[in-house]
């Protein structure tokens, strides 16, 4: 296997499936079987799952609530959306812990790293939710981060797009799609990778990205394989 310890992110809009809002269970199911085969493969699995098919607080809040109220909404959209993967990984024989950045005992266990760190080692995927705990991050800030923590080999963003592009390949036609990058590229070009503060903790801390597209979740397994798919972003 390339990658022995891997940070997944899955957008919310993903586990809606062609309904753009809820629960798809047929994806969701796909994923969790994508998992379970990449941890039969012995690789251990941290997960984080945004909120966006329930609620995003930027674009659902904006200009109707105040902003840290609008964030506290999405980040329980990614709790209800952990508990619910949880729910599917253990009908897959896969054991999962659901750790939460906000205490919310009835849930969720509350994060630590070192709990972290021994549910991986034990086989278990540790599912992260309720993004960094604080608002004005999004989760995809709250993927690098927890990446770093676990000090996963990578990150593994599944998108709904194949990889990064030099332009919106569904506005432009021209657009480019690029196989490596680094950084400073994407930062200086603007490009829709992430948002600049999780690709700026990814490049202070020297974490490898691979952008690519969750339409197929057997995706997952090939990149953890060492298949060339989507981008990757790292140093040079």
């Known amino acids: 296997m390339k ?42 699995v941290g997960l984080v799952i945004g909120g966006g098919n329930f609620w995003r607080g930027v674009k659902d809040g904006a200009d109707k609530m105040q902003r840290s109220h609008g964030d506290a909404m999405g980040m329980l959209a990614t709790v209800m959306n952990s508990i619910a993967v ?23 266990e509350y994060f630590t790293r070192d709990a972290a760190d021994r549910y991986l080692n034990e086989g278990k995927v ?7 705990g604080n608002p004005y991050f999004s989760t995809d800030t709250g993927a690098v981060l927890r990446g770093v923590e676990i000090e996963a080999d990578a990150i593994l963003m599944a998108k709904n797009v194949d990889g990064i592009y030099s332009a919106d390949p569904n506005v432009d036609p021209t657009a480019v799609k ?5 950084y400073d590229e994407v930062l200086a070009r603007h490009l829709k990778a992430t948002d600049t503060t999780a690709m700026t903790l990814a490049m ?13 979740p057997q995706n997952i397994v090939r990149v953890v394989r060492g298949e060339k798919i989507g981008t990757i972003v790292k140093e040079d």
């Open 3 to 44: 990658y022995k310890r891997i940070l997944l992110k899955v957008s919310g809009e993903a586990l809606a499936g062609d309904g753009h809002r809820g629960l798809d269970f047929t994806v969701i199911h796909e994923v969790c079987e994508a998992i379970r085969q990449c941890r039969d493969l012995g690789v251990q």
């Open 86 to 108: 949880a729910d599917a990984l253990e009908h897959h024989g896969v054991e999962a812990r659901v750790l939460s950045a906000v205490e919310m005992n009835k849930f969720a």
């Open 126 to 132: 540790v599912i992260f939710a309720a993004g960094t």
């Open 178 to 182: 690029f196989d490596t990058l680094t």
């Open 204 to 216: 202070d801390n020297h974490m490898t990205l691979v952008c690519f597209a969750l339409k197929d």
